[in-house]
Each structure stands twice: as structure tokens, then as C-alpha cells.
């Protein structure tokens, strides 16, 4: 399995049963990130709690590999406000020690458009 299936699968598994086991076993005890709407400092406590707060409103296309290294991942996914047609391009830059992830940081683009358009995938098939 690859570091952007592990991502993955930990993430949707928190989100459909708010289960954090796998999550637990890929993040490094040290981990700490910057939240990207506060700037604060969070450990993975406090991205858990943001995250369950979050993905209600959400849908996520499947993250893709953009560039890979020993000790980073960068991987890029569309989202779409469940609520309103609200479209975002996200990129996360995630950084190993041991093997495990220490830190990350994701930086969202709000797009002008429906990236699903003259795709062959839809929202639909996400949620």
C-alpha cells in the first residue's frame, strides 16, 4: 500500500465510523502541523476534533500522489461544500520521521468552476 492509500484509508475510516485507529498507527506521537485557517500550532488531538467538525459539510475526491520522497508526501484532492456549490482544490505537504507522519500542512484554492466538470467522475461518486 502505498503513503497516499494509507492516508486515505485512515482518513475515511475516521469519517465513516469515527474510528482513529489507523490514523493513530501512521502519525509520529511528536506530530504537530499549523492550522491552515488559524495559524496556530495543533497536535493530532486538535486536527481529529477539526477534522470530525469538518468532513460532515464535505465531499472528498480521492487525494493523488503530485511528488513523493523518503521523508515527504505531497497529494492534491478536490472538495465540495455539500451544502452550496463551493469547490476547492487542496494541496497537502506532509513530512516522515520514522516513518510516520510529524507534520503537515494543506493549502486550499478556491475554484471558479465544478472541477468534476468534463471529468469522468462526479460528486456522486464520493459521497
Request: aromatic share 12%; glycine share 6%.
Amino acid at each position: 500500500m502505498t503513503r497516499t492509500e494509507a492516508f486515505e484509508m485512515a482518513w475515511k475510516l475516521a469519517a465513516k465510523e469515527k474510528d482513529f485507529s489507523l490514523v493513530d498507527e501512521i502519525y509520529h506521537p511528536d506530530y504537530k502541523a499549523v492550522g491552515s485557517i488559524t495559524g496556530i500550532k495543533v497536535n493530532l488531538a486538535a486536527d481529529k476534533e477539526a477534522y470530525l467538525a469538518l468532513i460532515e459539510h464535505l465531499i472528498l475526491t480521492p487525494a493523488k500522489t503530485v511528488d513523493e520522497g523518503e521523508d515527504f508526501l505531497r497529494i492534491e484532492r478536490y472538495t465540495k461544500y455539500r451544502e452550496t456549490d463551493i469547490f476547492m482544490s487542496g494541496t497537502t505537504t506532509i513530512t516522515y520521521k520514522d516513518g510516520k507522519i510529524i507534520t503537515q500542512e494543506s493549502v486550499g484554492e478556491e475554484l471558479d468552476h465544478d472541477p468534476s466538470e468534463g471529468q469522468d467522475w462526479n460528486w456522486e461518486d464520493y459521497e
